[in-house]
């Protein structure tokens, strides 16, 4: 290309455009940097263009979408599977919970977790509905208190006495870190929480942490992937576990009694006043629940342990017999405990998949194996489980 002279040939050239010579004609350089101007901004336009038709393609593909919407002034997050007809709801803000899970079948919304009546509730209890995140302990540690490698620890308590329940980061609002949808991944919502972001929860518990969880929905299949970090420089002692909420029936026009809750754990924990004694018994009598038994009258607060695994997963069920449809809850070997709870308001029932059993810290200053997991500095360690609904004839 020939170089354009500024001192003379562009001046030569502009001149010509105002009219001081003949306007008839137009220099060549002139006429090829209007030239270059013009295709630089058509490819700012088309960069612009093709940026803003990925962000539209990363929250959506054929199947599956995902949307964020405002529910009673909170921000929601909506990840659909069309072809299942399945559909998730998640708040960041109020500890990440996924406090909905729906089905359509028939024209019939199945609520295959039990949402809360609406979000004001969910934040006055934010335990109550949908899949509570527990960490950095699961349930309940005597007192608030706990020893490690020679230091005492102390997390805040009601009242003295009482025990701490459920961990730091149930009630707390989570950083979203990416929401996408394609046909290889689905419909994926990414969230994480760091504990030196909040004054209080590292004064409990001063081991930081990033705790990143990621929801994905795929081929009607609802899994969450959670990722541990020690961000600290020292070891942490930790546990971790959910509380989710699952309709039982799924179907409002089923019957308890033709609903089977099935729980492959072969031993329980021997609680007082919710709290291990350390002693393990092998189940009988109402904590058999191998083989299924009806919904209707049971009551239930207590850790199970020894899951049986197949193909490497444990699997949990409800199975609504009328409705001829079920739920499959798989959890990966690193849940070696599951709590199992009836709410007293009734419909529901809770599979809590745990790391460890209630009190594990303390039980295992006292030298036993409860699977307490100890992350060294800078090591992560992960879980992932699976919320299945199915339909049969």
């Not at 058509?42 to 964020?68: F, H, N």
């Not at 149930?170 to 909040?198: H, P, Q, T, Y």
């Not at 959890?331 to 405990?337: A, C, K, L, V």
Request: proline share 7%; net charge negative; with cysteine.
């Amino acid at each position: 290309m020939s170089r354009l002279t500024p001192t003379k040939s562009l001046k030569e050239g502009i001149m010509n455009f105002r009219g001081y010579r003949d306007r008839s004609r137009f220099s060549p350089n002139l006429v090829i940097l209007i030239i270059l101007i013009a295709a630089v901004a058509v490819g700012i336009i088309s960069l612009a263009a093709c940026s803003k038709d990925k962000e539209k393609q990363s929250m959506s593909s054929s199947r599956y979408s995902v949307s964020s919407i405002k529910q009673e002034d909170v921000v929601v997050y909506v990840l659909k599977d069309s072809i299942s007809k399945l559909e998730a709801k998640i708040a960041p803000e109020l500890g990440n919970n996924c406090f909905s899970y729906t089905a359509d079948v028939a024209g019939e919304q199945i609520n295959i977790l039990e949402p809360p009546p609406d979000l004001t509730t969910l934040k006055g209890r934010a335990s109550g509905y949908g899949i509570p995140i527990l960490f950095p302990f699961p349930n309940r540690i005597r007192e608030g208190k706990f020893s490690f490698e020679g230091e005492d620890y102390q997390f805040d308590v009601p009242r003295p006495g009482a025990n701490s329940i459920h961990g730091l980061v149930l009630n707390r609002s989570w950083n979203v870190e990416k929401a996408e949808a394609n046909d290889e991944n689905g419909a994926m919502l990414v969230s994480s929480i760091k504990c030196a972001d909040f004054p209080d929860a590292i004064r409990q518990y001063p081991f930081p942490f990033n705790l990143r969880v990621t929801y994905k929905l795929k081929d009607g299949v609802l899994s969450m992937i959670t990722d541990m970090e020690n961000l600290g420089e020292k070891n942490m002692p930790m546990g971790y576990g959910i509380h989710p909420y699952f309709s039982a029936p799924l179907s409002k026009s089923s019957s308890p009694e033709n609903c089977q809750i099935i729980l492959p754990a072969r031993k329980y924990w021997e609680l007082e006043e919710f709290l291990p004694t350390g002693k393990i018994l092998e189940v009988s009598g109402k904590y058999d629940l191998i083989n299924g038994v009806p919904m209707s009258g049971v009551k239930f607060d207590d850790v199970f342990t020894d899951l049986i695994m197949t193909d490497g997963v444990s699997r949990c069920i409800v199975d609504d017999k009328d409705a001829k449809m079920r739920m499959i809850l798989e959890s990966d070997p690193i849940y070696r405990e599951m709590v199992v709870y009836t709410p007293p308001r009734g419909g529901s029932i809770c599979f809590e998949p745990y790391t460890c059993p209630t009190d594990a810290i303390n039980l295992h200053q006292r030298g036993m194996d409860v699977g307490l997991i100890i992350l060294e500095p800078g090591k992560s360690v992960s879980a992932t489980l699976k919320v299945i609904f199915e339909r049969y004839l």
